[in-house]
């Protein structure tokens, strides 16, 4: 089940991580520059109706306030080499995932791959048109979405592999110390659980914690 409903995408609370900032210096005008397409961005995501509940430097203290605010998506907007930020951004994000779009310079493959390794949603190059946002941000809550869907989804297989291999290991301890066969092991297995009112996985695990105690 997605978390975010695609048609709840404006909706979204949005925090933006600017590492941008105005120059001190006036003949500066690549800074210049950069500076005007970070405030385009938020004037773009604000016109196209988005709510931005915060923005704010990649420091220290970002964990904090994003564990603080909650936000639904994060939009980073970043010079060239994102890497501190996004550094900063993961550590802030790894308890509860959530969408990132990245706007950046940076046009290296590699820096790419490794933001989308890193779990970024959409990695935007060179800002983009107001008219172009909802599309985008649709585009990164959907891939995030489907990110998440198959991590849940590896994560059961993992817990399930786990737990057969949990009552394998516990039918054949009962089958060599009590003689049984496999059927009789497992149906002995079912009616602890059922008398216990434990899942059979934790069954086996007891009976396996217990058999390691007595040696």
Avoid: C
Wanted: negative net charge; without cysteine; proline residues 5%.
């Amino acid at each position: 089940m997605n978390r975010y409903p695609p048609n709840d995408v404006r909706s979204l609370r949005i925090v933006v991580i600017n590492s941008i900032m105005p120059p001190e210096g006036e003949q500066d005008e690549l800074a210049w520059a950069q500076a005007e397409r970070a405030r385009a961005l938020r004037i773009g995501l604000l016109e196209a109706g988005y709510n931005i509940i915060a923005v704010f430097p990649a420091d220290l203290h970002l964990p904090d306030r994003v564990a603080q605010l909650q936000p639904d998506m994060i939009i980073i907007d970043a010079e060239s080499d994102a890497r501190d930020v996004l550094e900063h951004v993961v550590i802030a994000t790894q308890g509860a995932p959530r969408p990132i779009v990245l706007f950046t310079e940076d046009h290296d493959k590699s820096s790419m791959e490794a933001a989308m390794a890193a779990g970024v949603s959409a990695y935007i190059v060179a800002g983009l048109q107001s008219e172009r946002i909802k599309p985008v941000l649709d585009v990164a809550l959907a891939r995030f979405n489907v990110d998440q869907k198959l991590r849940t989804e590896l994560s059961d297989t993992k817990l399930k592999l786990a737990e057969r291999k949990t009552i394998d290991r516990a039918k054949g301890l009962l089958m060599e110390r009590h003689k049984m066969t496999e059927d009789e092991a497992y149906q002995k297995l079912r009616r602890l659980a059922m008398d216990k009112n434990l899942k059979l996985s934790d069954v086996a695990q007891r009976i396996l914690d217990a058999a390691e105690l007595l040696g």
